[in-house]
């Protein structure tokens, strides 16, 4: 009998050891918070916020780009053609799925929309006063990408939530959905009375989203969907807020390190002027004159820092501007000739050339008190300004039949620019008027694409690029592209291709055609 | 091995058909003798039969027998599991039979139990203590290379105490595809510190069927390792060997002359700076002066013995290595103790007992920076780049410009030497790699390692055929580092102005506690076995590792003096770094069965289901769960009445087939699965000046992912044939793995994040095996030969579309040289193909492989693959009158080694492989090309440095004596041995570098990046036993 107490034990510490380990095989990893445990507590949802905020930042590059030069009113410029082939083909319409900048923002778009997805995946608004506003702020953002979206590649797949493995492969996106969850994402925002606003015109301190942000782009996606009569209502309260007005100094000062957060901006992003925590920006050096081309005294005496002059501006674009504007104070605040340049010590250096037509942009001229650190930018970027929302609501009210509203706001722009009021308004003064107020600011082509305009004003680009030499001449040579091959195509650049990895990986997504 | 209850059923059989077949004969003689095996021990119920009659007799308990024959009859001699031998009937004869190779009684160690050799459904080698003894070889992987059918063993350095990578069935995995060892029942990654001749065998379970009892571990295939228990009625035992070790290839690189004329033509220097910079005589062979004769020696002391109430085994082995790069800087010391006994406490309850002490000290040289990129701090590779106009030192009155200007520059520190003068500084060649004894002594690195483990079983016998099992397996171990580096000057890019002192102290504790029971009954014939258990184990570990590092302005230590080199005495000042300090637990949970069919011999089948469960630091908690089960079975044609004609000449033939799934969580843990908060910097508030912090999940977690999983067919045969003198048996199985966990890449760019790892990959790995042995005796003389040969097919059959080239693998002067890419074998090799020598100007022509008209680097392609595609080992054994003889090789063939020696931006000596037949304006249609070729770079990136990998090393070459007993007797010796051997003797290969058997792991697979080659070895060695 005995063996069998022992076999009893035995049999007993066989059920034991089997028994119970399933808590010992919960192991908590050191040093991380998890996902599932975060985003409990304000300080942890605030950093969920500033994450939308550092995303949204870094689109500038893109916005600024990359659209612009879809426009075609810039010469991918820089030294000479093929200084930097990806903005040539943006800028000839050469471009395939394969492309960097357009993959590039496309990427970046749904960043963006994961940092919003993971908040309100994550975030019970229920909580507190900030995760309330957090979540405001995540449909805010996810509803400006979507826009983005929609308006460049026309069925992008709709993520609103954060994906599994398993469904990685999304299929093109429904426009009238995706249309809904921007409509629901920003009314929901707006609704929620959360969002900051300014406590008036002076107010500098916010730097968040606020309600009229989200009533700007809400009205101007309505006016996309051609709702027009409630794109105008939304519009206008923007404007009658009282919480914004169109700047108040020097013309070509707007975008200057002095006037961040001024009564006109809306939304920007916020580059700070600190050298212990500067933010890469290549932006400004990418656009910036072709400085070391320049007069060394004037680029000094101007405080001008490096550049090397891509994104230039055409000559056609500046001979349009005069013949608008006349040779106004705009016009002089926001694009310089060659003569002005020469004139202010800004000229080429003897047998300089460079990529352009002589006209150079003054408006959001790339100044060394910008640059905290090198390859950083200490100048916001500005997404939304006053004068785009009377803009976009001049146009919603005239569609709507509205049109002295319309006259009234498209006037107020004029009067800044210091020319002549209009009496009464069509829709090809608001679109010129919108083609030389929000130049090389990222904001025409889509409305390019929308008005269908965008066929006749590029459809021969592509073919030739020009060359400014030091003496003021310029010359025309070949691109090598042949005419089949380069410029806008009907029934293919009425939308962007999609990234070809993302077609490459998920057999799910149908290409934009022509791609 | 054959227990006492096998030896009396082998009596019993035999004596039942004696019975049977008994008949008296007339004219006879009475013939007496004695039956014994090889060590001189009695064979009992060894069968004696008249040739050609029926008239036999079995021998008796002391082995002896009489048997009245015809004068001038043959006796035939026969027992199982020896061969048999027929002899002249001769009054007083003594017969020795030879233990056949494989015996099918042999009891076979699987996973949580044993079975008999003849009951196996699955592919399991074994390697015997007969195959490890002897050998000169420190670690227990090494043993397996060339014994067994199916395992490859991998080497990036074959420096002391460096251990290979072994493969069983291929690779199956762009990560870690390391086998599970299992000693004594220990679950384990390393058997590096158990000395082999501890081991009595070593079981290899190939197929799924066979591993899949360890499931979700099993994936690479399992190791099983038994040491040794106690025999006999006391036995003291020495065994000691001395190893004289040297190199055994030297590659043939420029010398003086040579050097000179390719550099002039390279345009790199011209004859003046020759003469300023070179004394005119100095021709520096940097290999030979690098590489010395060296002494390894080994000492064992044992104590053991056994009777059928219990056993003990004690070993006491020192082991001292030291490698044979000149100086004492590659030593590996160790020295392993073991304490194995069993006892039978009551008829049904025994102990057993298994343990293992082990310390070990090791130093290496450096030998490259990482695993994968080996280019620079590598002083082998130095011994072959270093050119020879610099010699290896120079007096201090006697120095080149280029070092005088050294020694005048106050900025420059120290140069190093020793007595016998400073270490040449070349004036030529500045590149990483300096004078190797610079690299040598400009660090010091030591690691000290002692660990104990073993394990503590108890087994319950409470009814007939039920063995409850409860057993108890421990790790513990600490390693400790110590190292620093000093300062010195060598080159502006090899040199330090302090001191740096680094060190690390790692603890660790392993546990595992097992209970199982093995039922064993016969229902009508039918016998069963049941087994079923349960396993949990934990591992600890924690390190703490710090280092300082000074810099030009601050010495790092108070002293410049080794005495000082402590972190006690480190600069108030100095750079410091703490890393570890965190205690890191893994554990795994698992239940397991088999179920065992055999029925009269002829019919077996076996089913078995592990399921494990990881902890949540390898997988997410909804599928922490994973089942692995395994079907197999076998049938003994030769066991079937319509076979009985035919069972004289093939007494033995089984086939087999088995099915398994196995699993491999070795690239799963540090929570690779997670989602989890990271920090993405911080956003300013407008223009307050503050910032408020932001973070993202780090990845979007992939809840799904888990383990690598392999499936596995096998089909096999054994036989046997001509009275068992040969034996034969054959595999072919095809192994895929699936679901390779693959990391770095971006599934989709509408995710918004970057991905976790996924499971996005699949292997496979297909072959056959052959294993085949001839055991003989003639008279006194016995021989056998055994071969084995395997072929590998492997293939990468899947990756994730977003890695449509690939997942690139190392770097060889920063082109990646190796890719895990789909429709190749892992890490094939990859660049352009060398199609010749441009004749009009010595430039490297490369194939335009998609015939766009222009090469570029879309034309690399696949330019070959280290994985051999046979391996093959062959043994051969004889001994007569107390001489006995080995000879063992082994060879693999099919695959490549990408030679990776050379360089162009700094004047390199090179193998004159590469420059002897070069392009010349002479010498137009030379197959190299010019010095100085614009596509030289290319060029060694391409298929014209893949050489054929094939080798065959002969491994031992071994003669031994055993002193006849009756005069070791006279001095109450037992056993006396002296043998003499060539180890890694002999190499047949046409690889120009160092050595076709070292030649990179994982990603750098076949890639020779100038590692430590292996020595050929002379071994004497003595074994006594008291």
Known sequence: MKRFIGFIVLLAALTLSAASCSDLLTIDQHGVVSVDTYYSTDAEIETASSNLYIKMRSLEGSAITLKPLLDGDFWAGGGQHGDNSGLDKIAEYTFDSEDGSIGGYFRGLYNLIFAANTILDKVDPGLSQVAKRTVAEAQVFRAWAYFELISMWGTPPLVDHCLQPDEYKQPNGDPAELWNLVNTDLQNAIASGALPEKSGVGDKSVWRVTKQYAQAIYGKALLWQGKNAESAQVLDQVISSGKYQLFDGEYGDRNTMANKFNCENLFESVFPNDPANPVTSFTGYMMGWRTDRMNPDGISAWGIEMGFGFVAPTRAFYDAFVAHDGDSYRRKQTIKNYEEMVEMGLGLIPDAIQMGEGVYMWKDRYTRDKTPAMWCTAKNYTWMRLAEVYLVAAEAHLAAGNTAKATEYVNQIRRKAQIPDLTSVSLNDIKAEKRFELCREGQLYQDLQRWGDTYEKLKGVGMKEPIFHENGSITYFDCGNPADKCGYKKGKHELLPFPANEVRLNDQIVQNPGY | ?1026
């Open chain 2, 1 to 1026: 091995m054959k227990s006492v209850f096998l030896r009396h059923s082998v009596l019993l059989a035999v004596c039942l058909l004696m019975l049977s077949s008994v008949s008296a004969f007339a004219q006879t003689v009475k013939v007496s003798g004695t039956v014994v095996d090889e060590t001189g021990l009695s064979v009992i119920g060894a069968g004696v039969i008249q040739k050609g009659t029926t008239n036999g007799v079995a021998t008796d308990l002391d082995g002896k027998f009489t048997i009245n024959v015809p004068a001038g009859a043959i006796l035939e001699f026969s027992a199982l599991n020896y061969v048999t031998q027929e002899l002249p009937a001769v009054d007083g004869m003594k017969v020795v039979l030879a233990e056949s190779i494989e015996s099918l009684n042999e009891l076979v160690v699987v996973g949580y139990g044993v079975q008999r050799k003849s009951d196996l459904t699955g592919a399991i080698s074994t390697v015997k203590e007969s195959d490890i003894v002897s050998r000169s070889v420190a670690s227990a992987e090494m043993v397996l290379q060339g014994k067994t059918a199916g395992v490859q063993l991998f080497t990036n350095s074959a420096r002391p105490g460096a251990a290979p990578a072994v493969r069983i069935r291929g690779i199956s995995s762009n990560g870690t595809s390391d086998p599970l060892y299992v000693v004594d029942g220990r679950i384990t990654n390393s058997i590096n510190n158990i000395d082999p001749n501890d081991i009595q065998s070593m079981e290899v379970l190939k197929d799924a069927a066979s591993a899949a009892i360890y499931g979700a571990r099993a994936g690479n295939g399992v190791i099983l390792i038994t040491t040794k228990n106690g025999k006999g009625d006391g036995k003291i035992s020495y065994e000691g060997q001395v190893v004289m070790q040297s190199l055994g290839r030297i590659p043939s690189v420029m010398n003086a002359k040579e050097y000179m004329q390719y550099y002039k033509e390279f345009g790199k220097f011209d004859d003046a700076f020759y003469s300023a910079n070179w004394d005119g005589h100095t021709d520096t062979d940097w290999v030979d002066a690098v590489f010395t004769h060296s002494l390894q020696q080994r000492h064992k002391v044992g104590f053991e013995g056994g009777n059928d109430k219990g056993s003990i085994y004690t070993s006491l082995t020192f082991l001292d290595n030291n490698g044979m790069f000149v100086g004492d800087s590659d030593t590996h010391k160790r020295i392993t103790g073991m304490i194995n006994a069993t006892y039978k406490i009551k008829p049904w309850l025994d102990i057993q007992l298994n343990n293992q002490i082990h310390q070990s000290s090791i130093r290496r040289i450096p030998e490259g920076g990482s695993e994968t990129n080996r280019e620079s701090n590598n002083a082998v590779l130095a011994a072959l780049q270093l050119d020879p106009l610099t010699a290896v030192r120079y007096s201090e009155n006697n120095l080149p410009a280029n070092m005088r200007a050294i020694l005048a520059d106050p900025t420059k520190h120290k140069m190093l030497g020793d007595d016998q003068g400073i270490y040449g500084i070349s004036a030529f060649n500045l590149n990483e790699n300096v004078n190797p004894l610079i690299h040598r002594d400009a660090q010091y690195s030591s690691t000290q390692t002692f660990g104990i483990n073993g394990t503590a079983a108890l087994n319950f016998k409470p009814i007939k055929g039920l063995v409850i099992t409860s057993r108890l397996a421990y790790k513990y171990g600490a390693q400790s580092t110590y190292g620093y580096s000093i300062d010195f000057y060598a080159t502006d890019y090899v040199k330090q102005n302090y001191v740096g002192l680094e060190a690390r102290n790692n603890v660790s504790r392993y546990y595992q506690w097992e209970n199982f029971a093995n039922y064993s009954f016969s229902v009508a014939g039918h016998d069963f076995n049941l087994m079923a258990g349960t396993s949990y184990s934990e591992n600890m570990n924690n390190y703490v590792q710090g280092t300082t590092m000074g810099s030009d302005t601050d010495l790092g230590v108070l002293s410049n003096n080794p005495l000082y080199y402590f972190f006690a005495y480190a600069t108030p000042t100095v750079a410091r770094t703490l890393a570890g300090g965190e205690t890191i637990y893994t554990r795994n949970n698992s239940y397991y069965g088999r179920a065992s069919w055999n029925f009269k011999n002829r019919y077996i089948a076996q089913v078995s289901l592990r399921a494990d469960a990881a902890d949540s630091s390898v997988l997410p908690i909804a599928n922490r769960w994973g089942y692995f089960p395994a079907v197999s079975a076998g049938w003994t044609l030769s066991e079937e009445p319509f076979m009985s004609g035919a069972k004289r000449v093939i007494p033995y033939l089984k086939l087999r087939a088995s099915w398994g799934r196995n699993g491999s969580t070795a690239n799963l843990s540090n929570y690779r699965y997670a989602s989890v908060i990271t920090s993405v910097g911080n956003y300013p508030e407008g223009l307050t000046g503050g910032y408020t912090a932001a973070s993202s999940p780090s990845s979007t977690g992939n809840n799904a992912l888990r383990w690598e999983t392999s499936e596995q067919i096998d089909v096999g045969f054994d036989a046997r044939f001509l009275n068992d003198r040969l034996t034969f048996s054959g595999d072919w199985y095809q192994k895929t793995t699936k679901d390779l966990i693959v990391s770095g890449f971006t599934s989709s760019t509408i995710v918004g994040v970057s991905e976790s790892p996924m499971n996005a990959g699949n292997v496979t790995n297909s072959g056959l095996e052959l294993e085949a042995g001839w055991t003989d005796s003639v008279g006194d003389f016995h021989y056998s030969i055994r071969g084995n040969m395997a072929t590998l097919h492997n293939r990468v059959t899947y990756l994730h579309p977003a890695l449509q080239n690939g997942i690139q693998g190392v770097t060889y002067r920063f082109a990646a040289i190796t890719r895990f890419e789909k429709d190749f074998p892992a890490w094939h090799f990859y660049g352009y193909k060398f199609k010749g020598i441009d004749s009009s100007n010595g430039e490297p022509v490369f194939e335009d492989t998609n015939g766009d008209g222009v090469v570029t680097v879309a034309d690399k392609t696949d330019i070959g693959s280290g994985i051999p595609k046979i391996n093959y080992g062959l043994t051969l054994t004889a001994d007569f009158k107390g001489f006995d003889i080995v000879v063992f090789g082994s060879g693999a063939a099919g695959h490549q080694i990408f030679c990776a020696l050379d360089r162009v931006d700094y004047a390199v000596n090179k193998l004159n492989f590469v420059v002897d037949d070069r392009w010349t304006p002479t010498n137009t249609n030379g197959t190299r090309p010019r010095a100085n070729a614009g596509g030289y770079t290319d060029w060694m990136q391409s298929s014209a440095n893949v050489y054929k990998g094939d080798y065959f090393k002969f491994k031992q070459i071994q003669i031994g004596y055993t002193l006849p007993k009756r005069i070791s007797e006279f001095v109450k010796i037992s056993k006396f041995r002296l043998y003499a051997s060539f180890d890694d003797f002999f190499i047949i290969t046409k690889y120009p570098g160092f050595d076709p058997e070292v030649a990179g792991i994982g990603q750098a697979l076949g890639v020779d990046m100038g590692a430590f080659p292996n020595s050929k070895k002379m071994v004497f060695g003595l074994n006594i036993t008291f």
